[in-house]
């Protein structure tokens, strides 16, 4: 099973529309993280959370909104779709174990989002 | 702020040849980590190899090698022995100790030909 869950993994929707799309976890890991990718721009951070009290602002957070449910959960919201928010969304954890360690971020499958 | 810079976009190799690729950072931090991520047609995010900066010796993982030229800010990636599977879109990213945060490069997508 994936450690990382992102579901829905396509989704198209209407300008206006509210959205939400949800990430899960069994790494146990505190931190989570949603990027979006596009062409030509590489993956940009939107939100960030080192646990379920601390959630941060990225690079692109405007239009944007999240919600850590829980430490395996961690949600995205659209409030008010609009086309240029058409992209590849990924969630992504990781986990610190130590000062000093390398810290790799495990990525979920992506979410493809259309909004027309 | 922190840069990343995959200088180029198409790469291809021959099967069982090897390939470079480039990857340049600008910081003013001493310390900090650098990857590089592997993402197929499938779209998944695969950490292909990891560095950190203050390790002198570059980072291998089978295959796959980095050059690692912290007063450059370089951060190449060799694949030898291209298999076909290695088709992918390539990332490299910077990421600070603190703050956790990730910055990618815009990728470079490289293509086996067999």
């Known amino acids: 099973d994936a450690d990382v869950t992102q579901t829905p993994r396509n989704r198209i929707t209407k300008t206006g529309k509210r959205i939400m799309l949800e990430c899960s976890q069994t790494?146990?890991?505190?931190?989570m993280y949603w990027y979006r990718q596009d062409p030509g721009l590489g993956l940009r951070l939107i939100y960030y959370s080192f646990d379920v009290k601390d959630i941060n602002k990225g690079e692109i957070s405007d239009g944007y909104s999240v919600s850590r449910q829980a430490q395996a959960k961690f949600s995205l919201s659209l409030e008010s779709a609009i086309p240029n928010q058409t992209a590849l969304y990924f969630c992504?954890?990781?986990?610190?174990?130590?000062?000093?360690?390398?810290?790799?971020?495990?990525f979920g499958p992506g979410t493809r989002l259309t909004v027309l | 702020a922190q840069t990343v810079t995959q200088s180029q976009p198409e790469m291809s190799v021959q099967e069982a040849e090897t390939v470079t690729l480039s990857c340049t950072y600008d910081?003013?931090?001493?310390?900090?980590?650098l990857f590089w991520y592997k993402q197929p047609p499938s779209r998944q995010m695969i950490l292909v190899i990891r560095?950190?900066?203050?390790?002198?010796q570059n980072a291998t993982e089978n295959r796959f090698s980095v050059n690692f030229q912290k007063a450059a800010k370089s951060f190449s990636l060799k694949i030898s022995d291209s298999q076909l599977g290695d088709t992918a879109m390539y990332f490299c990213a910077f990421m600070k100790p603190t703050g956790n945060q990730f910055y990618f490069g815009t990728g470079t997508s490289l293509t086996v030909i067999p």
């Open positions: 790494k146990g890991h505190d931190r």
């Open positions: 992504a954890t990781s986990d610190p174990s130590r000062q000093g360690a390398t810290d790799t971020q495990y």
């Open positions: 560095q950190e900066a203050y390790k002198q």
């Open positions: 910081t003013s931090e001493s310390n900090y980590y």
